[in-house]
């Protein structure tokens, strides 16, 4: 008798177990879209994203940019003083973009969160008045 007691347990289990997906542990897994947050190379020690490697990316092609411009247009690094008080090149007023820009998203992301579509803009139009003003 108490092995029908078991039966009586145990038979519905599996039943709800197949139901609830264990019958798709052998399947491979569906191909999924394109993400911003998977993972490139999953077994790699940082988990580059699109996203990282964009923002990257995008980094040292500045830091390129304006090398490749002080090396053969502007020889002297144009440096300009600024409403800071500051004597810049370009190189100092892309430090202070890069940093300004940090700052907005952070403080963004801690008041408000998600989306950053505005400090996106913010930190495009700080930039912008870095270059021109600073």
């Keep these: 008798m108490r092995y029908l007691i078991?039966?009586?347990f145990a038979v519905p289990q599996s039943a709800i177990a197949?139901?609830?997906g264990w019958g798709n542990v052998?399947?491979?897994p569906e191909p999924k879209g394109f993400s911003w947050t998977d993972p490139l190379w999953p077994d790699f020690w940082m988990a580059w994203t699109p996203?990282?490697?964009v923002i990257f990316v995008g980094i040292f092609a500045a830091i390129a940019f304006i090398g490749i411009l002080e090396v053969w247009k502007f020889h002297?690094?144009?440096?300009?003083k600024g409403i800071l008080g500051?004597?810049?090149t370009?190189?100092?007023r892309l430090f202070i973009t890069l940093l300004g820009s940090v700052y907005i998203f952070l403080a963004w992301l801690g008041f408000i969160g998600q989306p950053v579509w505005v400090p996106l803009f913010c930190s495009i139009g700080w930039g912008i008045i870095v270059f021109w003003r600073v």
């Design 26 to 28: 052998g399947k491979a």
């Design 76 to 80: 002297d690094g144009l440096t300009r």
């Design 6 to 8: 078991f039966l009586f």
């Design 51 to 53: 996203a990282t490697l």
């Design 90 to 92: 370009f190189g100092d």
């Design 18 to 20: 197949q139901a609830s």
């Design 86 to 88: 500051l004597t810049t």
